[in-house]
């Protein structure tokens, strides 16, 4: 089982930093993966669907202001 854990910093929403992320979930066959500092409030399903083909459950904690937000995924067949 594999495991990501990034402070991302903000940058989710930026297309190189998303590239990124997407190529090393493919790449890494990653698992589980947690995101800090997302500052974001939320997150379609279309977007993270689109994020990694493999059947992922998403979950959030919204940012408060300008600071944290938490994006947190795991395979289907992991649980």
Known sequence: MKLLSWNIRSSF?????CRQLVDYLWDEAVDIMGLQETIRQDFSQ??????FER???WQ???AIGQ???ILLGGHCNCF
């Open 46 to 51: 279309l977007e993270l669907q689109g994020l």
């Open 67 to 69: 600071s944290d937000g």
């Open 13 to 17: 929403g930026h297309m190189g930093r």
């Open 55 to 57: 059947p992922f459950v």
């Open 60 to 62: 959030w904690l919204p």
